[in-house]
């Protein structure tokens, strides 16, 4: 069995993402993978990742309209959320037990195969709108090779749209939202090039939450011959938004809509630029490489205060990402194939924290928290040899080598220079296997194991004493499971996997604090049921597990901080006529501790509804959508006291019933 017909195998037993196909097609609810597969899953993760990766399509993508780009994420298994709510800050994601609110950095984000992490490991996705996204692929996991730093467990790519056609599409929604995206995809001879401008305004949920946003993207790609493409891709975005603060308990709970009183001087403004440049190539009938160059800046400033015994902080970060990516691959013949990879990315970082006085920088010496400037380079190449020697086994076995440098400078507001070295991690080895096993046409098992590493970030990278006195953390997880097709009309995923650190540090009130040796485990189970061609009924839920397993804090045996309990989706999708598709989402968090001493209970726990109407006009697309459908109360939780004072708790509840409406014009 040639590598390449392992992909119809993963496509028919993976886990459910649902789509729905236009009316003209006999009016028919189809499965989602049908619909995934057509340009929109790359070969390289459907032949060689075993364990949990899934797809959101367009098709899905496209009817939300939200304030968060990584609110796009509440679809997919085993995703769980920290939504602080705070302006430029608004949302992170996590996966696999690590904390969402960013404290243990750990998925690599890339965007059109391009690194899109900030220098701390956050994922900065609100420079894309949904209406520009083709599809969005999370793999949990540290078996993929492909990526070292941040790949700590797993991964998120996500592909913006190049197909042929014109639209656009306006919004008005709840709290004086207003939305207009609009994309145009043509194809002239041997070029292709599309163009996306998307701009949203809204008066948020909470007082003092206004948000506005805007993106702006081309992408021209020509076929230079038969063999070769040569393709630029451009975007430029920015955020600019209020933020209502936290409040006590109680308040926040009766009233949730309400702002900080604190809060009324928060808020801030980013804005990214992307600039890539994409060449590919088949060197021969068996030899295919593909080179990417890029540069990103990143540009952050924000306004913050805590609490009203807090003052307001004045923080901005200046980034520069560059780096190129070449891959080459060698199908060596029907059962043998071989990959190798390098990647460099070269980071210039602007990181500043001031006191301030009448809402401007103060200068003397005890106001500066933080005036960094520095550079972190990472380089790193993996090789990786792809086996299928029968119809019942694959495999495929990588060693992947990173390597961090740069340096460190720090002034005060005197003007007095500090410079530090960078810790010598020295070259960091990250063994990785993944394995098929199809014992029949209908089920699929398969195993992973992989090593992956956390680095230290910012200055904490740095130092100016022994250069050996730290190392990074490092992971090893695996993951058994099944993928079944257990009818033609249902499948089935169930795995179970275990990820372990040792030295493993989190990041409290930006400090990092080592944890010692820690271990997550958990279960994740995806169904997808086609009821009959017109209902589609998908569902996941993952149950996860953490604990520290050595501590010099006396944690040993406590949970850690942000994992919740369990987290699932399910969805149920129903043709009501050929013109009229309505979709149901229920998607649920459970609790967590907020701190690693485990005081003071948990938090965290929801369970939304969402609600949303497709009508097919010939022309276009008319979209009603309501989420939080029965307004229940949710909120972001954080400890901000110390490790050695009571609980204090500060909380940021989330957004009540919403609704919109919007038309969709093809053209």
Do not use: C
């Not at 939080?628 to 989330?654: A, C, K, M, Q, W």
């Amino acid at each position: 069995m040639k590598l390449r017909t392992l992909s119809a195998i993963m496509i028919t037993a993976s886990s459910a993402i649902p789509a729905v196909v236009n009316a003209d097609d006999d009016a028919v609810l189809r499965s989602p993978d049908t619909i995934l597969v057509i340009g929109s899953r790359p070969d390289y993760a459907t032949t060689h990742l075993a364990g949990s990766h899934d797809v959101i399509s367009r098709e899905e993508l496209a009817q939300l309209h939200i304030d968060n780009t990584m609110e796009l994420f509440t679809k997919v298994p085993g995703v769980y959320f920290a939504r602080y709510n705070q302006g430029i800050i608004n949302t992170d994601i996590g996966i696999r037990g690590f904390a969402a609110e960013g404290s243990t950095p750990h998925a690599k984000l890339l965007i059109d195969g391009i690194p899109a992490n900030l220098h701390n490991g956050y994922s900065e996705m609100d420079q894309l709108f949904p209406q520009n996204i083709d599809s969005v692929q999370v793999f949990k996991g540290n078996s993929d090779p492909r990526y070292g730093a941040f790949n700590v467990a797993g991964n998120y790519n996500i592909t913006t749209r190049s197909d042929v056609g014109r639209m656009v599409e306006a919004t008005v929604g709840s709290f004086n939202a207003r939305e207009l995206q609009a994309y145009w995809g043509e194809q002239s001879g041997a070029l292709q090039h599309s163009y996306f401008a998307g701009y949203r305004k809204s008066g948020g949920y909470r007082d003092n939450f206004d948000v506005e946003k805007y993106s702006v993207s081309g992408r021209w790609f020509y076929d230079l011959s038969d063999l070769t493409t040569l393709g630029f891709i451009a975007r430029v975005a920015g955020y600019d938004a209020d933020a209502p603060g936290y409040l006590p308990r109680d308040e926040a709970r009766r009233h949730p809509r309400r702002s900080a009183a604190y809060a009324r001087q928060d808020g801030g403004d980013k804005s990214q630029q992307s600039y890539s440049l994409h060449f590919d190539t088949a060197l021969s009938d068996q030899l295919d490489w593909s080179v990417k160059a890029y540069y990103n800046t990143y540009e952050r400033e924000r306004w913050v205060r805590f609490s009203e015994a807090g003052s307001l902080q004045n923080r901005y970060d200046d980034q520069l990402h560059k780096g190129f990516i070449s891959t080459l691959v060698w199908d060596i013949n029907d059962q043998w194939a071989m990959t190798w990879g390098v990647d460099m990315d070269y980071q210039n970082v602007v990181e500043q924290r001031f006191g301030t006085i009448d809402n401007r920088r103060a200068r003397d010496t005890s106001a500066v928290s933080r005036n960094f400037r520095y550079n972190f380079n990472t380089k790193g190449s993996y090789l990786q040899l792809s086996h299928s020697p029968n119809q019942y086994i694959d495999w495929n076995a990588a060693v992947r080598v990173d390597r961090l440098n740069g340096s460190f400078n720090q002034r005060d507001a005197a003007g007095v220079k500090t410079s530090r070295s960078i810790y010598d991690f020295g070259s960091i080895v990250q063994p990785k296997l993944n394995l098929f096993v199809h014992p029949t046409d209908t089920v699929t098992l398969f195993a992973n194991y992989g090593r992956s590493f956390q680095h230290p970030f910012g200055a904490d990278a740095y130092t100016t004493g022994d250069r050996n006195a730290r190392d990074v953390s490092i992971n090893d997880g695996w993951e058994l499971g099944v993928m079944w097709a257990m009818t033609a009309d249902v499948d089935l995923r169930v795995s179970y996997w275990q990820q372990a650190a040792k030295d493993e540090f989190v990041v409290v009130d930006g400090t990092p604090r080592n944890v010692g040796k820690t271990l997550r485990k958990g279960t994740d189970v995806g169904v997808n049921w086609q009821i009959n061609p017109a209902l589609l009924l998908w569902g996941n839920m993952s149950f996860i597990d953490s604990e520290i397993r050595t501590s010099a804090d006396g944690n040993k045996g406590n949970s850690l901080r942000s994992i919740p309990d369990y987290v699932g989706s399910m969805g149920l999708n129903y043709l009501v006529t050929p013109k009229l598709t309505s979709r149901l989402h229920v998607h649920t968090q459970g609790g967590s501790y907020v701190n690693e001493q485990n005081r003071g209970g948990k938090f965290g726990q929801y369970t939304l509804v969402d609600l949303s109407l497709d009508y097919d006009t010939g022309w276009g697309n008319i979209n009603f959508q309501v989420n939080n459908l029965f307004n229940r109360y949710y909120e972001y939780v954080y400890d901000f006291g110390d490790s050695g004072s009571p609980v204090d708790t500060i909380h940021s509840p989330g957004d009540g019933i919403n609704a919109s409406v919007s038309v969709l014009y093809r053209f």
